[in-house]
């Protein structure tokens, strides 16, 4: 079965602090994706990042980082001097292999940053 | 080139009314994707089609939810005799086809209220 793992349930933080987003999987699947959303609330659903599972390489976006780790199954994001704007919803999610026509979703993190 | 759209953006029915849910996927895309999106919870998948088929359905609920994609005009999300538990966002997505499912992109969502 293929799951993911958002253990934050929800994360408060001061402006301009760093702040990290853990996420966990599992899947038995060689090939596989692993994606990043952003929520914020107005509700839609922005695409952030995804990486192949043969791709360990970690990854850097303005403000933004991600860290794969296959021997740990892990694919945490980290927000560098946070800013109130990234108060989100954030979503580790999952494809490919045996459910590569769906997308699995983390529970999600609920980013809140303090002016 | 426009992305995935939906309507209604907002929808409000009586308890026992029925809900139509429309998703036009992106142009060139013949993959749609429905997920449901509860209160306080991640995304979670309900049905893929392609042109009038069906090919994993293995998230609807077994009654009053049924979804179509005909060959002319968008997908439909149908929810008979909905109750309040169908209060949630409704996401849909799409794909160029069916191997880059990991591909998808998401629509603004319909967010169902029901009273």
């Known amino acids: 079965a293929q799951k993911v793992t958002q253990a934050q349930t929800e994360i408060s933080v001061v402006e301009k602090e760093d702040v990290t987003l853990d996420c966990v999987y599992e899947?038995?699947?060689?090939?596989?994706?692993l994606f990043w959303y952003k929520q914020p609330p107005s509700g839609e659903l922005v695409f952030l990042i995804r990486?192949?599972?043969?791709?360990?390489q970690n990854e850097i976006s303005g403000r933004y980082s991600w860290n794969f780790q296959k021997s740990t199954s892990s694919f945490n994001f980290t927000i560098t001097a946070s800013q109130v704007v990234d108060s989100a919803v954030y979503f580790c999610?999952?494809?490919?292999?045996?459910?590569?026509?769906?997308?699995?979703f983390g529970s999600g993190t609920r980013l809140s940053i303090r002016p | 080139n426009a992305g995935v759209m939906q309507n209604p953006r907002h929808l409000v029915r009586r308890r026992g009314q029925e809900a139509r849910l429309r998703c036009s996927p992106m142009?060139?895309?013949?993959?749609v994707y429905w997920y449901r999106q509860l209160p306080e919870e991640g995304l979670k998948f309900m049905v893929y089609?392609?042109?009038?088929?069906?090919?994993?359905e293995s998230g609807m609920p077994k009654e009053r939810f049924s979804a179509e994609f005909p060959k002319e005009g968008p997908s439909i999300l149908r929810i008979q005799q909905v109750v309040r538990g169908d209060s949630a966002a409704y996401f849909c997505?799409?794909?160029?086809?069916?191997?880059?499912?990991?591909?998808?992109?998401f629509g603004p969502g319909t967010r169902l209220t029901v009273t």
């Open positions: 142009k060139g895309h013949s993959h």
């Open positions: 899947t038995r699947d060689t090939t596989y994706y």
């Open positions: 997505a799409s794909s160029p086809t069916g191997k880059m499912a990991y591909e998808q992109y």
């Open positions: 089609l392609q042109k009038e088929n069906i090919i994993d």
């Open positions: 990486r192949n599972s043969f791709d360990e």
């Open positions: 999610a999952l494809s490919g292999g045996s459910s590569a026509s769906k997308i699995i």
